[in-house]
């Protein structure tokens, strides 16, 4: 469904994506992750054909967006990360004046809205100006308009930012639907539980390149069967060098004032980890031990966690 070779994107001195390459076969759901300033939202634009890359190709459905970017596009959802809707209209206009934009008119742009409305849980308030939907409700619209004409590829940017855990709860069911019914998804979030519901397969950008590709069993390989511990320390006092001949170097890692350990066996460490960090002067407030998982391989590859 989507090739990506090569691409990079530079603006003036910075380089943004630095030679990144993927697919995504037709009918997956493909997670995008990446702390700020990964490049994750600089790639989307150039899959979607509002940024040329600078150098590489991006194929969708074996169309070249750089010499047919309308016929690509074409193919494409988009639910971007502001909403982008008329506020002074109602849900049933704003979805009527994508569907045209779409070339969809008559009876079909009829059936289209109706059937878009119900699945995004919405058909009761047709009439209501968006202007008056809570933050959830603005968001179902905006999938709503994405979803209007069908496309073979969604690509989701961050679609549940600040919205309530009810509205959440319904658009992921909805992606879910949608990618069970043969629908392409791309879904970037700060969400690793969204992710981990939506989505088989997971890129993971840190500086503008991607550090780690495959399904979430094989990036949890990357770390084991190995636990973290989170030792939030005290003034700012967190040092890897604190732990320096018991624990091998990359795996021990500071966040902000919490120094995290990577390691098999934690119960049988954490006696001598704290003695040895209460010696160097610096004074542990808390401890939490971690079970393996997503967040984990995140914060291994990456330094910080999702959300940062």
């Not at 090739?3 to 030679?19: L, P, T, Y």
């Not at 700020?36 to 070249?64: C, H, Q, R, V, Y």
């Not at 959802?77 to 934009?101: C, D, H």
């Not at 919205?163 to 019914?181: C, F, G, M």
Request: glycine content about 10%; overall charge neutral.
């Amino acid at each position: 469904m989507l090739s990506v070779s090569g691409i990079r994107k530079a603006f003036k001195d910075f380089e943004a994506v630095r030679g990144v390459s993927f697919t995504v076969s037709k009918g997956e759901a493909f997670g995008l992750l990446g702390p700020n300033g990964a490049g994750k939202s600089t790639t989307i634009n150039m899959l979607t054909g509002l940024f040329p890359p600078t150098e590489g190709s991006i194929m969708i459905s074996g169309i070249d967006m750089k010499a047919n970017p309308k016929k690509a596009q074409a193919l494409i959802g988009i639910v971007p990360q502001e909403i982008a809707l008329y506020q002074t209209m109602s849900a049933k206009n704003n979805l009527y004046f994508w569907g045209r934009m779409y070339g969809l008119s008559g009876s079909i742009l009829d059936h289209r809205v109706a059937e878009t409305l119900e699945l995004i849980g919405l058909a009761d308030r047709a009439k209501d100006k968006v202007e008056t939907f809570s933050g959830g409700m603005k968001r179902r619209v905006n999938i709503g308009a994405a979803i209007l004409h069908r496309p073979e590829l969604l690509i989701m940017d961050e679609p549940t930012v600040g919205i309530d855990p009810q509205s959440r709860a319904h658009i992921l069911e909805t992606v879910k639907r949608l990618n069970n019914e043969g629908m392409t998804v791309i879904y970037t979030s700060h969400y690793m539980e969204e992710v981990e519901f939506l989505c088989k397969r997971i890129g993971i950008m840190d500086h503008g390149k991607l550090i780690a590709l495959g399904t979430i069993p094989e990036l949890r390989e990357t770390i084991g069967d190995r636990s973290r511990m989170v030792f939030a320390i005290q003034g700012g006092a967190a040092n890897p060098d604190m732990l320096n001949g018991i624990v091998p170097a990359g795996d021990c890692q500071v966040f902000e004032e919490n120094l995290t350990v990577f390691h098999k066996e934690p119960q049988a460490v954490l006696s001598t980890l704290v003695q040895r960090i209460t010696e160097t002067g610096a004074q542990i407030s808390g401890v939490e031990i971690v079970e393996p998982n997503l967040e984990s391989v995140f914060l291994h590859l990456t330094g910080r966690n999702l959300r940062d």
